[in-house]
């Protein structure tokens, strides 16, 4: 008769998204998920499968807890307060940001993707659909009238995917209100 499990794996999931976020995660030991869990290794290993595994798992759950782009993108009525609201949101996120654990998807990618494909494309995909959710919104605007004939939304979303992460980075270093909104403001005064 197999036995049940002893912990909440869905709680596990969260606590292990929550140390890899904030040590990474070549500083994060199978002995500091099993104390940090509270769960014994061959639970984890049985559950969720190695450490990498675990941390795909975690950066699932990160992603799925993110902000809705597509909600907030695409309500009906004027698109640039939305894409304003979004990057003001980051730059507050970031000036907020106590423990300077950053985005677990840029911490991803600077720790991992330049020698761990799979994680490259997660990282690569996630970037091309936040892309893809300022483009259509700018391209709205455009089409509304909010944003002048000359720009051109995809260049815009593109620039403003770099800010978002930067903004993102910088909250991971620094708690510099005045860097953190000076960029974002910069960044939107192109909106006009």
Same mark, same amino acid.
């Given at each position: 008769m197999a036995r049940t499990k002893e912990f909440d794996p869905d709680l596990a999931l969260d606590r292990a998204m929550e140390l890899f976020w904030r040590k990474g995660y070549e500083a994060t030991?199978?002995? +500091?998920? /099993? &104390? =940090?869990?509270? @769960?014994?290794r061959a639970s984890i290993y049985a559950t969720f499968g190695g450490k990498r595994e675990l941390y795909l798992k975690s950066l699932g759950r990160y992603l799925e807890n993110g902000i809705d782009f597509t909600g907030r993108l695409t309500r009906p009525g004027p698109a640039l307060p939305a894409v304003r609201e979004l990057v003001r949101q980051y730059a507050d996120e970031a000036a907020h940001d106590t423990v300077h654990? !950053?985005?677990?998807? @840029?911490? $991803?990618?600077v &720790?991992?993707?330049? =020698? +761990? !494909? &799979?994680?490259?494309?997660? @990282?690569?995909?996630?970037? +091309?659909? /936040? &892309? +893809?959710?300022?483009? $259509?919104?700018?391209?709205?605007a455009h089409e509304q009238g909010e944003l002048a004939a000359d720009k051109d939304p995809r260049a815009i979303a593109r620039l403003l995917l770099v800010v978002l992460q930067g903004l993102r980075v910088i909250g991971k270093a620094s708690n510099d209100r005045g860097r953190l909104d000076d960029a974002a403001e910069q960044a939107l005064a192109l909106l006009g």
């Open positions: 030991s199978m002995a +500091d998920l /099993v &104390e =940090h869990l509270g @769960v014994a654990r !950053g985005c677990l998807l @840029v911490n $991803t990618a &720790e991992l993707a330049p =020698h +761990d !494909g &799979e994680l490259a494309r997660e @990282v690569a995909r996630n970037w +091309d659909f /936040v &892309e +893809d959710c300022l483009a $259509t919104a700018l391209a709205r």
